[in-house]
């Protein structure tokens, strides 16, 4: 008899184990680990769910105990062995449920409808056609006399052709077909989103310092010696070609790559200079394509009609059956830590992933995060450097504004007087620029400058931000209300938002320039399919001169013309409650400075700030790598932070407030080590009316806090006075505290 050792399609905790059930007979030719099928479960029998994980001919339990499993699901799509191990890693180093886990490794969810094309051809010689075709004449059979006469002046041709042009249907086709008169040729047909890209053969060589970091993966890999390399590249020092030349030799190995990038928005570009180098066997994955689309490059890299997946964090897991080679573009990016269970960092899960098929990891980056310099500097990673642009281009000059001194100065505008010069200039000399903001919206949270009254959400212990609308939003649960006209406590007149976001900034902008052509690319802007390309696009073809953003204008972008960055409010992201946050400021500032100058003019970068001598800002207006990242460690020494340590959070969340705290403080009770803070109300204390408590908990080994991890599911399973609360876990914390 054969078994099947399956995993049910539901997230608890309490069924986070493999379930045995009987193959049928009439199964045993259908069914393969990683199918998705449907079992009788529970009391009542109801069909439901599961991932087949192991088929075996061993039972565990009594034989007169066990259900037979009862179909294969012809719509769920398998999951590889390779991506089935690759999913208990995660449950183990990041928790969550196997489920869960496996739920994540499968980048598209279900099977869509395939494209077929129909090609219609004369199965007949011309004498023979000729026969027939007097034939049909002859018996009057008009329709099939139309198609024969089509087919003898053209013996092949699309049968939508044949159905709209000539009025054929497909009964006239079947007959004709079983006549042995014509041919049916059916091939599928791949939804390709990257099909009308037109390619254009560009000739690039490699500089010196590029061809040692090639040659020196290269020879590791040859060797069959695969690591973890960490290529830490100025902006503009050619990363890119870097990457090309090293799938280049993937490719010619009969291996395949995947290259993760961190927003949407750089794909367009991304995808560009790849498809230019090496065709249609590049292809990419990301949530603004149809279900049909993904699912097609789902099947084209699994049958190896591909050999390049190009993606944000989900990529990772495509099913790709000869792996050689993944990058991670930009992987200081905090979008590679998921905030969805399993949390996991998609940097931690390639080497994982990587290793299991002897495959090597490239992270690239001009601003690594500390994390991996940390490790490349204690050589688990070998380290790779680009210290100059290409073709010796220099890096932006970069000027530090106080804005202090622009408001002591009688100047109240967002841009400071000397940004507003220097955009003046560069239009008149028809150069391009972009400005740099942090936010989205109109304005920031709704305050009485009377009494100090902050508008919050009713369901979630956060302001309320304002929209164009005239409408007040909540980012966390979509709640909306219209804008107050006074104070719903006090009465005062004195209402309303402040601190300016990219909407703003831009009306700003058009009014001081009027005759600027401006784009505005933010989450607003770039919510319809394809708005993204539509946007960079105008902008690299010149249509604009100046291009107003958040976060996704200043990551990996390369306009030649762009010859001034303006970066406004440089510092708010230092005011964050997260140990990261320079970190996180010093990469973003470098990063927005590294878009200007990438060209054969020289850049320039006004950088606005209220800190003009907080060290993140000051080295990243120097490009100062080293410096910044020496002072930014012996921070995380004393404090123990990751990388110099390393950091549990410990989540538990539940609509009765009281329920949710007892079981933070029991679960607190059930630490044996490192340092533990908390259990406290979350910084978001509550977010659609459920209840947030965390705790931290601090040790210098990852591997300890695993195991108290564990120790911590296992309490949670078996607790029965709290059991309406969800524990879920967050090692090292990326995206804030």
């Known amino acids: 008899m054969l078994f099947a050792n399956i995993v049910i399609d539901i997230s608890h905790e309490k ?33 439901i769910k599961g991932y087949v994980v192991e088929l075996t001919d061993e039972n565990e339990i009594d034989i007169s105990k066990m259900k037979y499993v009862a179909k294969v699901s012809k719509k769920g799509l398998p999951v590889e062995s390779e991506l089935i191990a690759l999913a208990a890693w995660m449950k183990k180093n990041f928790g969550g449920t196997m489920n869960q886990a496996l739920k994540t490794v499968i980048p598209v969810k279900q099977k869509e409808n395939i494209k077929i094309n129909r090609m219609i051809e004369l199965a007949l010689k011309k004498d023979e056609a000729m026969d027939k075709l007097a034939f049909y004449r002859k018996k009057h059979q008009v329709a099939r006399e139309r198609t024969l006469t089509a ?21 006239v086709l079947r007959t004709m077909e079983e006549q042995g008169v014509v ?21 690039f060589s490699l500089n010196e310092m590029q061809k040692k970091a090639v040659d020196t993966v290269v020879a590791e890999y040859d060797a069959g010696r695969n690591h973890t390399y960490l290529l830490h590249g100025v902006t503009g020092s050619g990363k890119t070609e870097v990457y090309m030349e090293l799938i280049a030799h993937t490719i010619e190995k009969k291996k395949s790559a995947i290259v993760l990038i961190p927003e949407i928005a750089l794909t367009f570009q991304t995808v560009m200079r790849f498809y230019n180098r090496f065709g249609d066997r590049v292809s990419i994955l990301n949530s603004r394509m149809s279900p049909g689309e993904r699912y097609d490059q789902y099947l084209r890299a699994k049958e190896g009609k591909i050999d390049i997946m190009i993606g944000p964090r989900s990529a990772l897991f495509t099913p790709f059956s000869n792996l050689g080679l993944i990058i991670i573009d930009e992987e200081h990016e905090g979008t590679y830590k998921s905030e969805q269970i399993p949390r996991y960092h998609a940097r931690e899960t390639a080497i994982a992933r990587a290793s299991m098929v002897n495959a090597s990891v490239v992270l690239g980056s001009a601003t690594p995060s500390v994390d991996s310099m940390y490790k490349a500097k204690n050589n688990e990673y070998v380290y790779l450097s680009l210290k100059e642009r290409v073709n010796k281009r220099p890096l932006p000059k970069c000027l530090i504004v106080d804005m202090r001194e622009e408001l002591k100065s009688g100047n109240r505008s967002i841009l400071s007087n000397r940004l507003r010069e220097d955009i003046d200039k560069r239009l008149k000399a028809g150069e391009q620029v972009m400005l740099f903001l942090n936010r989205r919206g109109v304005s920031g949270f709704i305050s009485c400058r009377q009494c100090g009254e902050v508008i919050k959400c009713p369901h979630c212990d956060v302001s309320l931000s304002l929209h164009n609308n005239g409408r007040m939003v909540c980012h966390y649960c979509g709640y909306s209300e219209p804008a107050p006209k006074v104070c719903p406590t006090c009465g005062s007149k004195y209402i309303g938002g402040f601190k300016a976001g990219t909407q703003k900034i831009e009306e700003i902008v058009k009014k001081e320039f009027n005759n600027a052509r401006v784009l505005r690319m933010d989450y607003d802007t770039t919510r319809r399919k394809n708005s993204y390309e539509e946007i960079l696009n105008a902008f690299a073809n010149g249509e604009a001169d100046i291009l107003i953003g958040t976060q996704m204008i200043v990551k990996g972008h390369d306009f030649s013309n762009v010859t001034l960055v303006g970066i406004l409010a440089a510092d708010m992201s230092l005011n964050v409650p997260d140990y990261r946050a320079a970190e996180r400021t010093f990469e973003l500032l470098t990063q927005a400075a590294g878009r200007a100058g990438r060209g054969d003019k020289e850049g320039e970068v006004i950088l606005q700030t209220y800190q003009p001598e907080h060290y993140s800002v000051v080295n990243a207006a120097n490009q100062d790598y080293e410096s910044f990242y020496n002072e930014e460690i012996s921070y995380r020494r004393i404090m123990n932070y990751p990388p110099a340590g390393h950091m549990l959070v410990v989540h538990v969340t539940g609509k009765d407030e009281t329920h949710v705290e007892g079981m933070a403080k029991n679960l607190a009770k059930e630490v044996k080590l490192g340092t533990v803070v908390g259990p406290a109300p979350a910084t978001i204390a509550k977010i659609n009316d459920i209840y947030r408590y965390v705790m931290y908990i601090k040790d210098e080994s990852y591997a300890e806090l695993v195991e108290v991890k564990d120790t911590l599911e296992k309490y949670a399973l078996e607790d029965t006075i709290f059991k309406d609360t969800t524990v879920s876990f967050d090692f090292d914390p990326v995206n804030g505290m």
């Open 183 to 203: 041919r049916v040729i059916k091939t599928q047909d791949y939804r390709n989103p990257v099909s009308d890209i037109k390619r254009e053969k560009k000739d």
């Open 151 to 171: 087919l003898i002046e053209n013996p092949r041709v699309k049968y939508e052709e044949l159905r709209d042009k000539l009025n054929i249907s497909p009964a």
């Open 15 to 47: 069924l986070d184990k493999t379930f045995q059930y009987i193959v049928p007979d009439n199964l045993v030719e259908e069914i393969f680990e990683g199918c998705m099928v449907y079992v009788p479960f529970g009391k009542g029998n109801r069909q």
